[in-house]
């Protein structure tokens, strides 16, 4: 024990392959992060083909054979050092580095870890080559000729042979293997001029062309995604502020149980990024189903300059220089994407969808309207909902609701159940009920003409392509829901009210200073919120809405966002959550009789409505039924 003390008391110089197994615990965590070290190289080295060969799992053999140009002779020995590297040579290249290799650790890392050879020739002669191995406690390079066609080939073997303790932290095959095709996959979706190669037991399990055009890149993603992710996606491309973002964004309905397709690039680097992943999840926030999560290929472009990918030795994080300006752009570029999931005559083709600017959701201001029947006879918007403390307020949302036909003559949606037996007055219906024309079924408009109720709950309707099935108080709550978002918006401000007795937070200094420096973002949402002492906070004013609402949860969380995004969308999401609730009550209930007249204006209006592909819950609206799946099921033409 007596020498153990003495020794670990001693400063003294590490052995070059100890350092390197040291270097290696950052960067070589299992063979997916060798397999995305070497295929980063290969990038890097230009390649038009990259193939990779993977033997149980990754464990007894990975290997990364490229077209790229290569490395000389003269090179050789170092490309097995550590600190060694051909992509940076000064703190400027590094500030505004654009290759996705450039540390100089990776393969002195691996080499410490496993057998690895390299084999490389720069000629365009397939006779010239070398190979270099490193060998000895000292990792000294062996450099011997080797023909080799134009590229590098690098082998790795035995992954962690001389390190069993890690060893025995690998899973299966079959897990490993997996995590090797991720990484294989986030590197074929950043490069589609590639192509790529994945065997797996000497059988191909990837074979993917290369290709830049539209169509070449959405049969890439469906071979790695499935053909689901492509058929449930819309495409996105805008540019603002020399910010450029593209890719294809999965629909609210199309959502997983978990976050295993959500891929975000950074100048061509795959990263998993807090602030980008903060921005997303509002974007998603009204639309989603609980508990679910979004799919999505990303690409932002943007001046190396300002952004950092020197933060953590595996590269999967980078620092944005104006996270906020980040952040924004991409919350309001998605949000807007989003706000266009309505059901129309036709889903454009990704390549033209697309435009130049980044542009904000529209909000217009309601115009006045006549009261609704139901409120003019004084009768309850719904079941309930007069002992909802927000009834009288969902009344002045409702204030003028009205749905309105093709032809824009006026028709009241009344959601009221006609007496058991009795028809509606003749004056209660404004015109004659719409149907399908007869003689042209493709003039029906996206969602067609109603047909009817199934059980007051549905209605179905028929369309160009077959029958359209409606939940109508899921549409109409939606409906409601925007419509009152929209008179929120156009009310230009937050209505305010103090509180009687101001809320006294123990908060920490870093909330404190969070406070004072953004004290002009807190006051513009509606919250005035004063420094009483250097760990106390007071709360002297909320939003009216949210006048009910808990001050400290709201607040921390405030600052919480503040502090890590630079911007916090709670007070907006706390009234959204309270308008939802009041467009619930308000809605269109099941087992509501309604006319044809009145479906028809509830479909005319969900094909105006912004996100009216799914309620306020993120459960979906509606759905089609074609005729061939209809053929199919009645076995007709079989």
Known sequence: MTELNSLSGRIHVLDPRLANQIAAGEVVERPSSVTKELIENAIDAGSQRIEVEIEQGGARLIKVRDDGIGIGEQDLPLALARHATSKISSLEDLEGVSSLGFRGEALASISSVSRLELV??????????????????????????????????VSVRDLFFNTPARRKFLRTEKTEFAHVEEAFRRQALSRYDIAWVLRHNQKVVHQLPPGNTPTARERRIASLLGKNFIEHARYIEREAGGLRLSGWVGLPTHSRSQADQQYFFVNGRVVRDRLVAHAVRQAYRDVLYNGRHPVFVLYLELDPDVVDVNVHPTKHEVRFRDGRMVHDFLYSSLHHCLAASKPTEEEPAASDTQANEVVEPTVSAEVEQPEPRWQQQGMPLSEGSDRHPGAERVRRFMQGYQALHPDHEETLLTPQPSPPGQRLAANEVREAPLAMPAHDATAAPPLGFALGQLHGVYILAQNAQGLVLVDMHAAHERIVYERMKNQLAAAKGIDTQPLLVPVSLAASRSEVATAESERDAIAQLGVELDVAGPETLLVRQLPALLAQADPEALVREMLEELARFGRTHQVEARIHELLSTMACHGSVRANRRLTLDEMNALLRDMERTERSDQCNHGRPTWTQMSMKALDRLFLRGQ
């Open 120 to 153: 490389s020739n720069a000629d365009e002669d397939p006779r010239q080559g070398w190979r270099v191995v490193a060998e000895g406690r000292g990792m000294e390079a062996r450099v011997t000729p080797a023909p080799h066609p134009r590229g590098t080939s």
